[in-house]
């Protein structure tokens, strides 16, 4: 399974940029899907959860609002549109496959990960 996470850059707070990831290798449209961020000597953290059919989503409490999560089934992708971003969502963003249905707010619940990409917001 390889999932190939994109859309990440430089931009000033209050800006918006839209994260994707594309899966191969495995029924895409049978799993759930997350992203999680991290930051350098911190733990990786949970920040958006779908299920196998996108009918199910959940946040962190610090993006509700902000961030939507969505998916593509057919495109085998998923997507995190982010709006109103603050220097704090600075992190590297990395995508992952669910182990079933639905989401998991731990990363014990996701098997694949991409590599991820660098979100950087600017103050």
């Known amino acids: 399974v390889q999932l190939q996470a994109s859309g990440g850059g430089l931009v000033q707070a209050g800006g918006s940029l839209r994260l994707s990831c594309v899966a191969s290798?495995?029924?895409?449209?049978?799993?759930?899907m997350g992203w999680f961020r991290q930051v350098p000597g911190k733990e990786r953290d949970f920040v958006a959860g779908?299920?196998?059919?996108?009918?199910?989503?959940s946040y962190e409490d610090s993006v509700k609002g902000r961030f939507t999560i969505s998916r593509d089934n057919a495109k085998n992708t998923v997507y995190l549109q982010m709006n109103s971003l603050k220097p704090e969502d600075t992190a590297i963003y990395f995508c992952?496959?669910?182990?079933?249905?639905?989401?998991?707010?731990?990363?014990?619940?996701?098997?694949?990960w991409g590599r991820g990409t660098q979100v950087t917001v600017s103050s």
């Open positions: 290798g495995r029924t895409f449209s049978r799993y759930a």
């Open positions: 992952a496959t669910g182990r079933g249905r639905s989401y998991d707010t731990s990363s014990d619940g996701y098997d694949y």
């Open positions: 779908i299920s196998w059919s996108g009918g199910a989503t």
